[in-house]
């Protein structure tokens, strides 16, 4: 895991064709606003949660984000843990994002 900024964030994810980003908020967190491209796995469900990244490509690279930082470091971890070889923490999570927001 590596702890990353914003802007290395949109300066790594605009380069790496192996990109996956992921957004561990609930369902209503995500409701609220998201990261394009981020495919919502909640890690507040642990179950859902591990079915979700048991079917994930470890050799793509992870750029995780939650609301503050906390969860998505979690993320990290447990996908450092189950072998995935690049994960990426957003430090400040989506509450500093001051990128482009999405919304459903």
């Not at 064709?17 to 967190?29: K, N």
């Not at 919502?40 to 990244?53: A, G, K, R, S």
Request: proline share 2%.
């Amino acid at each position: 895991m590596k702890d990353i900024n914003q802007e290395e964030w949109r300066e790594l994810t605009a380069k790496d064709e192996s990109a996956e980003i992921l957004d561990v908020r609930t369902p209503e967190e995500h409701d609220e606003g998201y990261i394009a491209d981020a495919k919502l796995i909640d890690i507040q469900q642990p179950q859902v949660f591990m079915d979700e990244v048991e079917k994930l490509d470890k050799s793509k690279n992870y750029y995780i984000y939650c609301r503050s930082g906390g969860r998505s470091s979690q993320a990290c971890q447990i996908l450092d843990q189950m072998g995935f070889e690049n994960t990426y923490n957003l430090i400040g999570g989506f509450s500093n994002w001051e990128g482009e927001r999405k919304t459903s």
